[in-house]
């Protein structure tokens, strides 16, 4: 029996739903999971196996024939656990990732990740795994690799419960998110839209001199962002996050000459116990207005970052359908002048004791893989050693695209001088 798309997956067929066939692949993600030196392909298979059994989403597909009312059909309960070997030979790693990561998935017929099991001098090194995003998110993603390396170490199901028993999937989600409860919920996420938009001023970031200057992608790491980020963090008594967002927002903002502006932030919506583990994707935006944006004082612009955050988040969960109606019917509605993601992932043990090197502030370029998604996405994550800050911008330059991360890294360690 098919039932409604969850109002993440929802999202996620928005974005790729008119995408031509050539990038199909642009939805999906790779991974590199090493493992423990005693696992061989049998171990692996097993430990694999019971993971894609316990989760709904990963035995999923869908019936896209109306593109405008999906539905996901009832999880197979029968799988191909397949799990093809290559050898590397020594060669680098990333060698053999391109190619099963650019293979688009046929959601129709197929389950929506696939694995390859690496092997160096006939020894299983790495598993690589690879999702649509509408079967995994981030978090989810996270949440599988540690289930997968819990299954390795306990083949026989001996050890916790919760490692080797089934757990609702995006159907039940989707089920909770239509019920009455549910239904208020949306309208209040569509009601938040209504009122920041009509609020936040018509806004852009200028393009670069010439047009049709295409994607450019630029990540910064940086060992000291990382550190000033914490430090203006417990100074302003608001989360990492909120001051990397004040920071981003404040270069942008400088950038467009603005004091006001209209941010697009992803939400993880893994709000409730409940879901918070649930695999699938939950991730959506959602409209936020930042005012005082150009403010130098990063901890009093972090602290209302972190508020008008909050009040964006808690509309995080909306039915994107309805939003593109209030959009259509409000042409001359402003759009977000930029987006960020925190990306947020499951607390896991640190891999050593050892005292991690520091990473001296550095800008590489890269191809993007994806070009889904608003204008100009800046993507955060903080590592164990550093901050790194990915941006894909679309016909403003390269310039203009290294300009703002410097800027937004000055600020953070200039502001933590301070504190």
Not at 209 to 235: E, F, K, N, Y
Not at 326 to 348: I, M, S
Not at 370 to 392: K, N, Q
């Amino acid at each position: 029996m098919a039932g409604p798309l969850s109002l993440g997956q929802l999202s996620v067929w928005h974005d790729i739903r008119d995408l031509p066939s050539t990038r199909w692949h642009e939805a999906n993600n790779a991974a590199l999971w090493e493992l423990p030196r005693a696992a061989g392909p049998a171990e692996v298979r097993t430990a694999l196996h019971a993971v894609v059994a316990r989760h709904p989403s990963l035995r999923t597909r869908y019936d896209l024939q109306d593109a405008d009312a999906p539905r996901q059909l009832t999880p197979d309960a029968d799988f191909s656990d397949a799990l093809p070997v290559v050898e590397t030979d020594g060669l680098p790693l990333d060698d053999f990732v391109a190619g099963p990561a650019t293979e688009p998935f046929r959601l129709g017929r197929e389950h929506g990740w696939r694995a390859t099991l690496l092997t160096r001098a006939g020894t299983a090194s790495h598993l690589l795994f690879v999702k649509h995003h509408i079967a995994a998110d981030a978090w989810a993603q996270e949440v599988l690799r540690q289930e997968f390396t819990a299954a390795l170490a306990d083949p026989a199901g001996a050890g916790p419960a919760s490692v080797h028993s089934p757990l609702p999937g995006p159907a039940e989600l989707a089920a909770d998110q239509f019920t009455p409860a549910g239904l208020r919920r949306q309208a209040a996420a569509l009601g938040h839209w209504d009122r920041v938009i009509d609020r936040a001023p018509q806004v852009a970031l200028p393009a670069a001199d010439g047009s049709g200057t295409g994607v450019v992608q630029a990540t910064l790491r940086s060992g000291p962002a990382r550190a000033a980020a914490r430090t203006v963090a417990a100074a302003a008594g608001v989360s990492v996050a909120g001051v990397v967002l004040a920071a981003y927002a404040r270069s942008v903002a400088r950038i467009c000459g603005t004091d006001a502006l209209l941010v697009q932030l992803m939400s993880a919506n893994r709000f409730s116990a409940r879901w918070k583990n649930t695999v699938t994707s939950m991730n959506q935006w959602v409209p936020a207005l930042i005012e005082g944006a150009r403010d130098n004082d990063l901890r009093t612009l972090a602290s209302a970052v972190h508020w008008s955050s909050l009040g964006a988040f808690r509309h995080g969960a909306h039915d994107v359908t309805a939003v593109a109606e209030l959009l259509a019917r409000r042409p001359d509605a402003p759009e977000p002048v930029c987006a960020f993601n925190y990306v947020a992932l499951p607390e896991q043990p640190p891999d050593s004791a050892d005292p991690v090197p520091v990473i001296e502030p550095v800008i590489t370029w890269e191809e993007p893989f994806t070009t889904i998604g608003p204008r100009c996405y800046a993507r955060a994550l903080e590592g164990a050693s550093d901050l790194s800050v990915r941006l894909t911008a679309k016909d403003i330059g390269r310039e203009q695209c290294a300009e703002l991360l410097w800027d937004m890294h000055h600020a953070l360690v200039t502001t933590a001088g301070d504190c």
